[in-house]
């Protein structure tokens, strides 16, 4: 059975979704899904890096954690097992960006990149542009080591998005991103958030934690087609 995720903070003119385990990452069944030939999806190829790919007509692949581009009939993605995949969609310009937010990518502030990148380069303003954060990890599973703990927060500054347990930190990246997102002038009213946890529900989510190493992706999916 098919998991997709609408979330209802984009206008009907943009089509934006995340996966679950099916289907995945298959990007033959996201291409009949959107109505969009494959060779119109991009996803970048993924380090855990603050880089923000500015797409134009040029799909090769390319090193890049996150991806705006004003293109039309094209779907942006991210591939994530655990870390925050997040869209984004300026709608009075007609900008759309998409974000795979690890613990280093939250500490490196690459939401925040995306979203002065969208301001930089194709003049949105943040009251214009609306965000989705889509299934990741949760406070309740993601135990963490006091480093990543630290680098996360030295990145988003207090909040409730960490506590200790008497063995692990526990850190919730979504909320984290949020408060970054807020940071970054972003109204809260333009930022909807799944409150699903993907270790949590393995049947219905891969983790990397909860298959403690390799598993598969899915992913976080926006396009103005």
């Not at 009907?12 to 109505?35: E, M, Q, V, W, Y």
């Not at 060779?39 to 090769?60: A, G, N, R, W």
């Not at 709608?91 to 939401?111: D, F, M, Q, Y």
Request: with cysteine; glycine share 8%.
């Amino acid at each position: 059975m098919e998991t997709l995720i609408y979330p209802d903070i984009f206008g009907s003119h943009t089509t934006a979704f995340f996966t679950g385990k099916s289907p995945g990452a298959d990007l033959d069944r996201i291409s009949n899904i959107a109505s969009v030939s494959k060779e119109k999806i991009y996803l970048p190829i993924q380090k855990h890096t603050d880089k923000v790919l500015l797409l134009d007509s040029d799909f090769s692949p390319r090193i890049a954690d996150a991806v705006i581009t004003k293109g039309r009939g094209i779907l942006i993605g991210v591939q994530v097992a655990d870390c925050v995949p997040v869209l984004l969609s300026d709608t009075k310009k007609s900008v759309l960006g998409v974000v795979h937010a690890g613990w280093r990518g939250t500490a490196a502030e690459i939401l925040k990149k995306t979203i002065n990148s969208m301001c930089d380069k194709f003049s949105s303003v943040p009251e214009d542009i609306m965000i989705a954060l889509g299934p990741s990890i949760r406070l309740c599973c993601y135990h963490v080591g006091y480093d990543v703990l630290e680098s996360v927060i030295k990145a988003t500054g207090s909040g409730d998005y960490h506590n200790q347990k008497t063995d692990a930190y526990c850190l919730d990246l979504a909320t984290a991103n949020k408060y970054q997102t807020i940071s970054s002038g972003i109204p809260e009213k333009n930022i909807w958030m799944s409150q699903e946890c993907t270790y949590c529900k393995p049947d219905r989510f891969y983790s990397y934690r909860y298959a403690k190493g390799s598993t598969g992706r899915q992913c976080g999916f926006i396009g103005i087609l």
